[in-house]
């Protein structure tokens, strides 16, 4: 069982910043593609931010110049920076692993900007 630990949401205010974490297991996380899932409510879940075992990263048109997502292979942490927050932003942000073709899903961590 691959298990995802993410930490670091929150509120804050419009302008705001946050910084998520997610912590997966060392043997895979190499080897995984990781990224970041958002889901407000009413809303399906979308892409936020996609780093890729190859080194290689995507980010939805939404939060390009405004998000940052990066790994730390030696803590086997992918982190999300989230900079000039907008109260769009707010819903529970998934941390995702690929690997082998095969998704894992974080427990979901709360981020909420207000106006």
């Known amino acids: 069982q691959v298990q995802l630990v993410e930490s670091g949401g929150g509120l804050v205010q419009s302008g705001g910043s946050l910084r998520l974490s997610c912590r997966a297991p060392g043997s895979i996380f190499s080897l995984s593609d990781m990224g970041w899932y958002r889901q407000a409510p009413g809303n399906e879940r979308e892409l936020v931010a996609r780093v890729f075992s190859s080194g290689n990263y995507n980010y939805a048109d939404s939060v390009k110049g405004r998000f940052t997502i990066s790994r730390d292979i030696s803590e086997n942490t992918v982190y999300l920076q989230m900079n000039s927050l907008k109260p769009e932003d707010t819903a529970v942000y998934y941390c995702?692993?690929?690997?082998?073709?095969?998704?894992?899903w974080g427990q979901g961590t709360q981020v909420t900007v207000s106006s």
């Open positions: 995702n692993l690929n690997y082998l073709y095969r998704n894992y």
